[in-house]
């Protein structure tokens, strides 16, 4: 199983990124999706979740109305679209599969600054 990351870099703040997570080793359409975030210093928290088709997402609280999480089966991929970015956005973003035990990718950092 691999995850990927990509997408990630330096933004200002209220701009948008678009994080990509590529999937390979597992039948990706058959299991949900999540983002999770790390903060310097921080726990890692939950960011958002997609459902294996697509037609059923959740979100955290502080990201909900913000960020959009969706996924392309074909592409075995999930995405999360991050608008009106914040300094307090800055993190490392992981992509998790809930499959078997789980797995992490490496994870991609965003950094909100001006």
């Known amino acids: 199983v691999q995850l990927v990351e990509s997408g990630g870099g330096l933004v200002q703040p209220g701009r948008s990124l678009r994080l990509s997570c590529a999937a390979s080793?597992?039948?990706?359409?058959?299991?949900?999706m999540s983002w999770y975030r790390q903060a310097p210093g921080k726990e890692r928290e939950y960011v958002a979740a997609?459902?294996?088709?697509?037609?059923?997402?959740n979100y955290s609280d502080s990201m909900k109305g913000r960020f959009t999480i969706s996924r392309d089966n074909a592409k075995n991929t999930v995405y999360l679209q991050m608008n009106s970015l914040k300094p307090e956005d800055t993190a490392v973003y992981y992509c998790?599969?809930?499959?078997?035990?789980?797995?992490w990718g490496q994870g991609t950092q965003v950094t909100v600054s001006s």
């Open positions: 998790y599969a809930d499959f078997n035990r789980g797995y």
């Open positions: 080793g597992f039948t990706f359409s058959s299991y949900g």
């Open positions: 997609i459902s294996r088709s697509g037609g059923s997402t």
